[in-house]
């Protein structure tokens, strides 16, 4: 079975500092791609970063950032700079190349909190 | 563009009363799903159409139909709701069913079945 864990169910960080959510998955895929989505209190999903499994080199949007390994199936992603509209619940997600459905595979969640 | 949206944002229902979740996007997408969002558990595919006319089952069909008669509409319908069925329900599209490609996904609805 296909699987993604988040096991930090909640986080809080001083405004202006780093922080790092983890995620781990499962998987007998070799091709797949991994998703960070951030969703706000106003509920709405909205993607941050993408990875794709093939590519080594660790995907980045501005102040978000991956550290993919592959081999130990581990996908953290670090925010910079925390600033307080990047309080959410932040889901780590998953597909297989392969996949017929287009399922993402989405982990448990973390809410993560940015304090002033 | 609208994007994706969906209604109602909010729903209470008796349990075995019927509705139906309306979802549309405008942006010419063939892939559509829903998925539903429970506490600790992320979210979960329900169902989803790959074209007008061609839909099939997700993780978690059971109590859920569907249909596709356009390519911009997608309909989720619960036949008899369960309190089980209280949950948060989204609708997502994208241009096809590539998995690198970027969901887009509608406010989500949120539905108390009592």
């Known amino acids: 079975a296909q699987t993604v864990t988040q096991s930090q169910p909640e986080m809080s960080v001083q405004e202006a500092e780093t922080v790092t959510l983890s995620c781990t998955y499962d998987?007998?895929?070799?091709?797949?791609?991994l998703f960070w989505y951030k969703q706000p209190p106003s509920r709405q999903m909205i993607l941050v970063i993408r990875q794709e499994a093939y590519k080594q080199q660790n995907a980045t949007e501005n102040r978000f950032s991956v550290n993919f390994q592959k081999a130990a199936k581990s996908f953290s992603l670090k925010i910079s700079d925390s600033q307080l509209g990047d309080t959410a619940m932040y889901f780590c997600a998953f597909t297989p190349v392969t996949s017929n459905t287009g399922k993402l595979i989405f982990g448990q969640g973390t809410t993560l909190q940015v304090k002033p | 563009n609208a994007g994706v949206t969906q209604t109602p944002k909010f729903q209470v229902l008796k349990t075995g009363q019927s509705m139906t979740l309306q979802c549309a996007q405008d942006m010419n997408h063939e892939y559509m799903s829903w998925y539903r969002q429970d506490p600790g558990m992320g979210l979960r595919l329900i169902h989803y159409s790959v074209g007008a006319g061609i839909t099939d089952q997700g993780e978690v069909p059971n109590g859920y139909n569907v249909s596709r008669s356009t390519t911009e509409d997608f309909p989720l319908r619960l036949l008899s709701a369960a309190p089980s069925q209280t949950s948060v329900y989204f609708c997502a599209s994208s241009y096809h069913r590539g998995t690198n490609e970027k969901l887009f996904f509608g406010s989500g609805t949120q539905l108390s079945v009592l």
């Open positions: 998987t007998s895929e070799n091709n797949y791609y």
